[in-house]
């Protein structure tokens, strides 16, 4: 067993479809990717990587007036470990690859890491529940871990995640944009709206550099920031590189093997693709 996570805790991941690991980043540290996100959500990046900073859809397609401070209207920084050496660091936290190692062995991918925000006073700024094994055509998914740091202390007021015990064991449903949800964001069929869902859906209340682990299948959402905080996390996957495509690759991913060793006939890096893939600012 790694001495990062007890057999309790394992029990608790097998059982709930989650569990949190507590001060994985050290406080220096946590200012150190607050700063640095901050510098690029203010356009210090590649010229071809500035497509990877998307701004909330309510200030883009919704009309709102987008507040003086850029950072305050951020959604996301896409992918930042391709074109930034300090963002990259987080795809290799030792505690996180410690408790993810005892929970899908010794050989790990990382891919499509997000510095996500949540802005302030946006409270409609929803994420309805969703799975995110639905995107990703490899298997077994049990071999795959979703990974969310925050760097500010979350709770429902602002946004945190919120997750249902146990839903892991359910079926990966359909998924499918849902209309009056924040513009359209893709949800889990028959969930969002859902009252037994809701009803035992738990908020994830955490500290800086804390860390959840959960299962793919686990149905998870967030609501909008109901306050003047900022709700920055970084989030991430890891996948057994013992695991094996249901079909062709998406290079999008771009894997990265951050301990052990790749295995013949399943998962392989990927070169990533060019940063200026799309207009996200557009979308």
């Known amino acids: 067993m790694v001495a990062g996570l007890s057999a309790a805790k394992v ?5 709930q479809g989650f569990v949190v690991v507590p001060g994985v980043i050290a406080e220096d540290a946590i200012e150190r990717y607050r700063r640095r996100a901050r ?6 990046v590649p010229e071809e990587a500035k497509k990877r900073l998307v701004r909330d859809v309510h200030y883009v397609r919704g009309g709102a007036q987008p507040p003086e401070d850029p950072e305050l209207s951020m959604w996301k920084i896409l992918n930042p470990d391709r074109f930034d050496p300090v963002m990259a660091e987080c795809l290799r936290f030792p505690c996180v690859l410690d408790a993810a190692e005892s929970l899908i062995g010794e050989d790990i991918l990382a891919f499509l890491m997000m510095f996500i925000y949540k802005p302030p006073g946006v409270p409609n700024s929803v994420h309805p529940f969703h799975q995110d094994a639905v995107f990703f055509p490899f298997e077994p998914q049990e ?6 740091i925050p760097l500010d202390e979350v709770s429902e007021e602002n946004g945190t995640l919120c997750v249902v015990p146990g839903s892991h064991r359910l079926d990966v449903r359909p998924h499918a944009a849902r209309e009056g949800v924040n513009f359209g964001a893709v949800a889990a069929d028959g969930v969002e709206g859902n009252e037994k869902f809701h009803n035992d859906a738990v908020p994830m209340e955490m500290s800086p550099g ?7 299948r686990l149905l998870h959402r967030s609501g909008g920031n109901r306050t003047n905080r900022h709700r920055r996390v970084i989030t991430l996957h890891l996948a057994s590189a013992r695991c094996r495509s249901k079909g062709p690759s998406i290079s999008e991913f771009g ?10 006939g399943c998962l392989q890096p990927v070169e990533a693709p060019p940063l200026a893939l799309y207009n996200a600012l557009e979308k």
């Open 39 to 44: 510098e690029i959500s203010l356009g210090d």
């Open 143 to 148: 071999s795959c871990v979703g990974v969310w």
């Open 255 to 264: 894997f990265n093997l951050v301990r052990g060793r790749l295995h013949e």
């Open 11 to 15: 029990e608790q991941y097998r059982e």
């Open 210 to 216: 804390d860390c959840l682990l959960f299962n793919t």
